[in-house]
């Protein structure tokens, strides 16, 4: 696991990614990401598989330091949790 990247999947939901299980497969799975900044339980699940796809092919470290400093208000105000 790693500090950043796509939340874990069960093997079931792995079958929600369909063609693009290959790019989730690609990256370890993370603490925080872009689908925990972006809005979590106030996305579908579609929206998450998109956002893991865009993390993947788009990943560098400038990114990942963004969604750390943007996981920290996340947390803080919950938005997206239920």
């Known amino acids: 696991m790693s500090l ?3 939340r874990p ?6 079958e929600n990614y369909g063609s693009t299980a290959r790019f989730y497969l690609a990256a370890r799975p993370g ?3 872009l689908w925990q900044v972006s809005g ?3 996305t579908t699940y579609a ?3 998109r ?8 990943w560098s470290f400038f990114r990942d330091v963004r ?3 943007m996981t920290v208000p996340a947390l ?3 938005k997206g949790a239920r």
Do not use: C, F, K, M
Request: charged content about 30%; hydrophobic content about 40%; cysteine-free.
């Open 76 to 78: 803080l105000t919950s």
């Open 31 to 33: 603490l925080t990401g």
């Open 51 to 58: 956002l893991d796809r865009l993390y993947v092919s788009r």
């Open 67 to 69: 969604i750390i400093a």
């Open 4 to 6: 950043v990247g796509p």
């Open 47 to 49: 929206e998450r598989v």
């Open 40 to 42: 979590r339980s106030d």
């Open 9 to 14: 999947v069960v093997q079931d939901e792995l």
